[in-house]
């Protein structure tokens, strides 16, 4: 009666050394309930179903839209004038979507090419201020000057070396 009463636990059970002599059909019901303890700890989301994206692959037969290639058949100087009728009608989409960028791109631009020079002209000039010795900056600075005052004439030039008189 005492061993009906006591069992041991299933934690004792799904021990590595009480496995080996259990039965077939505890073995079976450890194994089970292993399972359902490890079913019932996955997480499950209530989320709605996906919908079915639409496919926005185009498919092209051939490579010739990629690579903005010209049609390959060739005519000049009127040698073959059907291939020449052919060749304005699927280049000349070409050249005026060229047209259009170009007047968009001029339209775009913010800064003339005139003002950009300006600019890069002015920014050369400091760095160089910037990284002159001394010398060099006082140099420098009586060009400005004479930029600047070049209508007038020089009154401060630089005083020779005067001889003393015995």
């Known amino acids: 009666m005492a061993s009906d009463s006591v069992k041991l636990s299933k934690n004792l059970l799904r021990m590595k050394f009480m496995q080996r002599g259990l039965d077939a059909e505890t073995r079976k019901q450890l194994e089970e309930e292993e399972k359902r303890i490890i079913s019932d700890e996955h997480w499950y989301l209530d989320l709605p179903e996906l919908k079915a994206k639409e496919n926005l692959i185009i498919e092209e037969r051939s490579f010739v839209p990629c690579e903005d290639l010209k049609y390959g058949r060739m005519s000049f100087k009127g040698f073959n004038p059907e291939v020449e009728k052919l060749m304005v ?32 002209e002015s920014l050369v000039g400091s760095m160089k201020r910037k990284f002159a010795k001394k010398r060099e900056r006082s140099a420098m600075d009586e060009e400005e000057e004479e930029d600047v005052n070049c209508n007038f004439a020089e009154t401060n030039s630089k005083r020779a070396f005067l001889k003393p008189q015995d």
């Open 89 to 120: 009608l699927m280049n000349g989409k070409d050249e005026a979507e060229e047209a259009e960028e170009e007047d968009l791109s001029t339209m775009q631009t913010d800064v003339t090419d005139e003002e950009m020079a300006r600019r890069y």
